[in-house]
């Protein structure tokens, strides 16, 4: 059975509190965007911004996701930088730049290539989206083992 993961749009208190309710296995009180990835964690999605950041020649900046809680050790929120990218990559007007951000990206060497890669980029470039258009934040938790 693969990891529970979901990415999804908050403020602090919100990614805390949306935290505690996953960790307790009962439905968040919010409905805000949110994408469940089984099986993925902090370092797929940051070498996921490796891909990105080199596709849309966007510069250097910090790609770590960042935990943001003692208490919530595999809570994460996507640094700034790396959530620019990824809305940078939505608004691209090569449309074969997000398939070729998902093929290398399923191609590194730190991970298994999945056929579900090219849906699941754009997923996460919407979750991205929807955090710049609410002025919030992009936060990663992880199911503990």
């Not at 996921?48 to 020649?57: H, I, N, P, W």
Request: proline content about 7%; aromatic content about 4%; hydrophobic content about 45%.
């Amino acid at each position: 059975m693969a990891r529970r993961a979901q990415l999804f749009v908050a403020t602090h208190a919100g990614a805390l509190a949306r935290a505690d309710a996953l960790d307790a296995r009962t439905p968040p009180q919010s409905d805000t965007p949110h994408l469940d990835l089984p099986g993925l964690g902090a370092l797929d999605i940051e070498l996921l911004g490796e891909v990105v950041v080199k596709a849309v020649q966007f510069g250097h900046g910090d790609l770590e996701p960042a935990e943001v809680d003692l208490d919530h050790e595999l809570l994460f929120r996507l640094p700034p930088f790396l959530c620019e990218a990824l809305t940078e990559l939505g608004r691209t007007e090569d449309v074969e730049l997000p398939a070729d951000v998902a093929t290398e990206w399923a191609t590194s060497s730190e991970r298994d290539a999945t056929p579900e890669d090219l849906p699941l980029v754009a997923a996460i470039v919407g979750v991205a989206t929807a955090a710049e258009q609410a002025g919030r934040g992009v936060y990663l938790w992880v199911e503990t083992d």
